[in-house]
């Protein structure tokens, strides 16, 4: 079966855009990639690479009359949650698909996704949880599922589930909690129950995250990344990671997500600092061919630096000052889970 998937972004974006298609590339044999195109320059820069397995789509081809009557209304983030679903439902009309996935930019495959797509059977619809560990789950609020890789048949049932989700987002799409609603994501909490056809993922290795990374122990495996659940020891091959909040200064700083996540030395060595290699590399290639062009959001300076041997001496000195329970560095410890600033060079 041929695996078709859309995704937006602009050139701003357009190394994470980039890498995730390769990494698609790589993982998975029969795939078509469409990519929705935001801006002129990450449109252009498709159209003349040329690239197989791949079309791009240009924001004058893919905006309707209902689109651009909302788009004033909606910040650039809420437009993006409001296009999703009109990607796919574009995709499927106007290529004649019998099956569109949306997957976002900021992802990367190590495996071919087709087992997620397999796992859905004779549904119609396939939705991923967030799976939020313990101590987040109080984000659910913002959705029990996340639009990071959701399938839709070209079938009755599928295409039932996609308009009235569209209709939905065109309706309401905001970035705030209001009458049991979030962005897009919300309006998938009650899919199971509300349609038929709807199957949630199973499999542990798609929709891997900084969200839920703390319940697995990961490792290298003959070339597959792999993964464990610490509370059933069930284990499964990494089919791809979501770097959501990943980010990007202009004074050689990344930030691998935000700083509510606690990251584990396995994750950051697996999946965070070779995805950041890459991306640098990528980068890299790209200004070559787009001189000047901001290719990965690097816009504004880091509001706060890595640590360094220095500096976290300092802060211990300061811990043990405030309390001396911090004297065995307990404090420090969980400072340094949860700050994932780092310079490039180090990385």
Not at 25 to 32: L, P, T
Not at 314 to 325: E, H, N, P, V, W
Request: hydrophobic share 35%; aromatic share 18%; glycine share 6%.
């Amino acid at each position: 079966m041929k695996l078709n998937f859309c995704t937006l972004f602009n050139s701003s974006y357009l190394s994470r855009g980039l890498l995730m298609y390769q990494s698609l590339e790589r993982q998975c044999k029969n795939f078509h990639l469409y990519v929705f195109a935001f801006d002129d320059v990450c449109y252009e820069f498709f159209k003349k690479e040329n690239y197989p397995n791949l079309t791009v789509v240009s924001l004058k081809e893919f905006e309707d009359p209902e689109l651009l009557r909302i788009k004033p209304g909606r910040s650039a983030g809420e437009y993006c949650w409001t296009s999703a679903s009109c990607t796919i439902l574009y995709s499927i009309e106007t290529f004649k698909l019998d099956n569109c996935t949306y997957i976002d930019a900021d992802m990367y495959f190590y495996s071919d996704p087709k087992v997620l797509v397999e796992e859905m059977g004779s549904k119609s619809v396939l939705i991923t949880e967030h799976r939020f560990t313990p101590e987040y789950r109080g984000s659910e609020i913002y959705g029990k599922y996340c639009v990071q890789f959701v399938t839709f048949k070209n079938d009755a049932k599928g295409m039932e589930v996609l308009r009235w989700w569209r209709n939905a987002c065109i309706d309401w799409c905001y970035g705030r909690i209001e009458g049991g609603k979030f962005g897009d994501q919300k309006y998938l909490d009650d899919w199971t129950t509300r349609f038929e056809g709807v199957h949630e993922l199973q499999y542990l290795g798609g929709g891997l995250a900084p969200w839920n990374l703390q319940q697995y122990l990961f490792e290298n495996n003959n070339g597959k990344k792999t993964g464990t659940e610490k509370t059933s020891g069930k284990k499964f091959d990494a089919i791809f990671f979501h770097y959501h909040g990943l980010r990007f200064y202009n004074n050689e700083v990344v930030s691998l997500t935000g700083n509510d996540y606690e990251m584990t030395d396995d994750a950051r060595a697996i999946f965070y600092f070779p995805y950041v290699k890459e991306l640098l590399a990528v980068k890299k290639q790209l200004q070559t061919k787009l001189p000047g062009v901001n290719v990965d959001g690097a816009t504004v300076p880091s509001p706060e630096l890595p640590f360094t041997l220095k500096s976290s001496f300092i802060k211990y000195l300061k811990d043990t000052k405030r309390s001396l329970s911090n004297v065995f560095g307990k404090s420090m410890s969980s400072k340094l889970k949860h700050f994932h600033y780092f310079f490039y060079n180090t990385i």
